[in-house]
């Protein structure tokens, strides 16, 4: 990249009155969808400007939406098994499923239906 960039076309520069007329469109009822296509906008980046003026954060990352268990208790089930490993009583990658999925039940977690038939936590969701 050279140190003073210079555009060299007005392509991606939208007025911000545009973006503040459909705005007022959506808040009088119309769709983001409908507003964004009737101003010549992207209802993509239109609706992320949308959410960050409304006081939404945009969500960046990623997102731990099939987390089973909270922080804490991983932390717990964590120290139990490097604590059972010191004592040369190493846990197997099973039975550390096996322990995983006892504890989500006696805490009454929600919990995926193949861990229920299998009665041991998923191969492929577990971090062990």
């Known amino acids: 990249m050279v140190r003073n960039y210079q555009r060299k076309n007005e392509r991606a520069e939208v007025p911000q009155e545009l973006y503040n007329t459909a705005m007022q469109e959506v808040d009088s ?63 197997t990658p099973v039975e550390v499923r096996q322990l995983a999925y006892q504890c989500g039940e006696k805490f009454a977690i929600r919990m995926p239906p193949s861990w229920s038939e299998n009665r041991q936590a998923g191969r492929l969701v577990f971090w062990f």
Do not use: N
Request: proline residues 2%.
């Open 29 to 91: 009822g119309k769709t983001i969808r409908q507003a964004a296509k009737d101003h010549g906008l992207c209802h993509v980046s239109w609706h992320r400007r949308f959410k960050r003026e409304q006081g939404e954060a945009p969500c960046m990352g990623y997102s731990k939406h099939a987390q089973v268990s909270s922080q804490h208790q991983e932390q717990e089930l964590v120290r139990y098994v490097t604590w059972s490993a010191e004592l040369r009583y190493g846990l």
